[in-house]
């Protein structure tokens, strides 16, 4: 399997649940992003690994916890969500992550997001 | 002010015509800028990046870049019903390394 791939694609959960998405790259990338799009919102950062480091946290809720165990794989952990978390949640990779550098590194390859319903 | 901002549409064109889809950005510092186009229900997927002031070409598209007005845009030539999608311009943050965003513009192209 090639690119970015996520799972699930669609996920329906109660507000008192646990669940957790997952990303996975296979582009031997060494940065990976966590995205949320909200209908009618652009695409907000929530999170961003550099070789398995955070190193962006963009004043996300302590209810989504992201985890970079390697360079492949990155998680979000989701618990006590609010209906107004249902949003696509979308996975990006790049082969760097470097402030202040331009060139054909930085580009962000998206998964295909996993759709997420809270009730 | 919206650090990237683009006309949300829809931006209509009949088949075969040439479609025009502008962003603005904020950031004068910025070096690295992308278009990104995304189907109903689907992720975005990279359509042209453009590091240099002028044009760049491939295939039907071809991506504008002027950083003295801070302006990038994406022309479609000969545009297919297939190219109906959302149109995202995103520009690379030269301070923190971030993508940022624009709202999208939705193109609508009629047969």
């Known amino acids: 399997e090639t690119g970015v791939t996520q799972t699930p694609r669609h996920l329906v959960m109660g507000m008192t649940n646990k669940k957790s998405l997952k990303c996975e790259q296979h582009l031997g990338h060494n940065a990976m992003y966590w995205y949320k799009q909200s209908a009618k919102k652009p695409l907000e950062l929530m999170f961003v690994?550099?070789?398995?480091?955070?190193?962006e946290n963009n004043s996300v809720p302590s209810r989504f916890s992201p985890e970079c165990p390697n360079s492949s794989h990155l998680f979000l952990h989701l618990h006590t969500l609010q209906p107004e978390d249902s949003a696509l949640y979308l996975c990006?990779?790049?082969?760097?992550?470097?402030?202040?550098?331009?060139?054909?590194?930085?580009?962000?390859?998206f998964g295909p997001g996993t759709r997420l319903t809270v009730l | 002010q919206k650090e990237v901002e683009q006309n949300s549409g829809p931006l209509s064109v009949p088949e075969g015509a040439i479609a025009s889809l502008n962003c603005t950005y904020s950031?004068?510092?910025?070096?690295?800028f992308f278009w990104y186009r995304q189907y109903s229900g689907k992720s975005p997927e990279l359509i042209m990046s453009?590091?240099?002031?002028g044009d760049k070409e491939d295939g039907r598209f071809t991506a504008q870049l002027n950083k003295a007005s801070q302006y990038v845009s994406l022309l479609i030539r000969d545009s297919q019903p297939s190219d109906s999608a959302t149109y995202l311009c995103a520009v690379m943050n030269s301070n923190t390394g971030k993508l940022i965003f624009g709202q999208g513009t939705t193109l609508q192209v009629k047969p």
């Open positions: 950031d004068r510092g910025s070096q690295s």
């Open positions: 453009i590091y240099s002031n």
């Open positions: 690994y550099s070789l398995e480091e955070r190193v």
């Open positions: 990006a990779s790049s082969q760097l992550f470097n402030v202040g550098t331009s060139g054909r590194r930085d580009t962000q390859y």
